[in-house]
């Protein structure tokens, strides 16, 4: 899986755009860098909305994407602050 595919399987699972960059210095990710896994087909049900965009940083993306960044975005395009809930954030993109 390219990073442009992996950001449009998290985009479509969760209900949230991201962007994939590197740890170290916190480049974007070239959108054709392969052989990323899957994102979606490893869990059953999106993340809890009670979550916060760390949580989920945490919990999910950091332990299947060791040494890369992602930040979160919000409806308007700008990174949501680690504090806010993914119920929040859904509601935004859901109004579009």
């Known amino acids: 899986m390219t990073t ?3 950001e449009r399987d998290i985009e479509r699972f969760e ?3 991201v962007r994939i960059r ?6 974007d990710v070239r959108s054709d860098k392969k052989n990323l896994p899957g994102y979606a087909a490893r869990w059953e ?3 809890r909305n009670a979550h916060t965009v ?8 950091d332990r ?5 960044e992602v930040d979160v975005l919000r ?15 859904r509601a935004e993109h859901a109004r579009g």
């Open 15 to 17: 209900g949230f755009p």
């Open 45 to 47: 049900r999106i993340a």
């Open 22 to 27: 590197h740890g170290r210095d916190r480049r």
């Open 75 to 89: 409806a308007d395009r700008r990174v949501a602050h680690g504090k806010t809930s993914l119920a929040k954030l």
């Open 54 to 61: 760390a949580d989920w940083k945490r919990l999910r993306f």
């Open 64 to 68: 299947l994407f060791p040494g890369f």
């Open 4 to 6: 442009s595919q992996l």
